[in-house]
């Protein structure tokens, strides 16, 4: 029964981080892995995008947990005074490619509330509004008036206490889940049903169902007739983007959720029978650069 600290080890009051066993997260945050100018998992997002000239990419960076606590890791573990994933992203921008990196912006909210569950590797709710606040800002910046993007009036209520993954990963089952980092999402205005295709053909989603995704279920698409714009997205994605799910899909007519790594493995979903949409977002964890 004792914890498994190559796989999570805890931090300070009852943070829970992911250990080393997972893409060498603990190396990259101390700086024992080196990152190489331009590695094979940067190529291959670049190469995917590419195909994709004509229309506005955008790569989104899901920072690691330990990106924006590092106070609550335990005095063993240092980071390194440059993150692993800098190098990386100035690689993506020097090939042309928008790049969205909201670390500074959840540094800037922590007074907010806890952006990140304690015992989980994942944002929450209120840490991916403020990814998707940023994100807005940041393409309005670039967008013409009429592709605006605004996101509808919402508030977030706390919920109930969160049992993360983190804790049956690293055998921490001596801790118990904490209220105070657990979010929901409620809509200011009337929300309307959403629309769900996927292989086994089209039924109605409420809005709070999609915040988790399978990701044998990719693609889908859905369809939200009250959207804040008309614009059209395709969003590759890993488990990062279903806290932020309710934004987008509040914020976009029509989402087709892509499996990252489809980018770049035979492109499931994404043949030349699918329309182009108006922008597309490429959503990657830190650690899995």
């Excluded at 893409?23 to 190489?36: F, I, S, V």
């Excluded at 190529?43 to 994709?52: H, K, P, S, T, V």
């Excluded at 390194?80 to 190098?87: D, I, N, W």
């Excluded at 500074?104 to 990140?116: H, I, Q, S």
Aim: glycine letters at 6%.
């Amino acid at each position: 029964d004792a914890p498994d600290f190559n796989r999570a080890f805890e931090g300070k009051e009852g943070w829970l981080f992911i250990g080393n066993s997972e893409e060498r997260a603990t190396d990259k945050l101390t700086g024992l892995m080196k990152p190489r100018r331009v590695n094979r998992r940067i190529e291959q997002i670049r190469e995917g995008l590419a195909r994709y000239e004509s229309t506005p990419r955008f790569f989104f960076l899901g920072p690691a947990k330990s990106s924006v606590y590092g106070e609550h890791l335990p005095d063993f573990v240092r980071p390194a005074p440059v993150r692993y994933s800098e190098s990386l992203l100035e690689t993506l921008r020097q090939g042309g490619l928008a790049v969205y990196d909201p670390t500074a912006a959840l540094l800037k909210a922590k007074a907010r509330g806890l952006l990140y569950y304690k015992t989980d590797t994942h944002w929450n709710a209120l840490g991916a509004s403020v990814a998707v606040e940023g994100f807005i800002d940041y393409y309005n910046r670039q967008a013409p008036p009429e592709k605006q993007l605004r996101l509808p009036p919402y508030a977030l209520v706390p919920g109930p206490p969160f049992k993360g993954n983190l804790i049956g990963f690293g055998n921490f089952i001596y801790l118990k889940p904490e209220a105070g980092d657990n979010f929901k999402v409620i809509w200011l205005q009337p929300v309307s049903k959403l629309k769900r295709i996927d292989e086994n053909g089209e039924r109605l989603a409420a809005p709070e169902e999609m915040t988790t995704m399978p990701f044998s279920n990719h693609p889908f698409t859905i369809i939200n007739p009250n959207a804040a714009s008309d614009l059209r997205v395709w969003l590759f994605r890993d488990s990062f983007s279903s806290a932020m799910a309710p934004f987008l899909h509040s914020v976009f007519a029509e989402t087709r959720h892509i499996f990252k790594h489809d980018l770049f493995t035979g492109m499931k979903g994404t043949d030349s029978s699918v329309p182009l949409p108006d922008l597309i977002i490429y959503e990657i964890v830190e650690l899995d650069l």
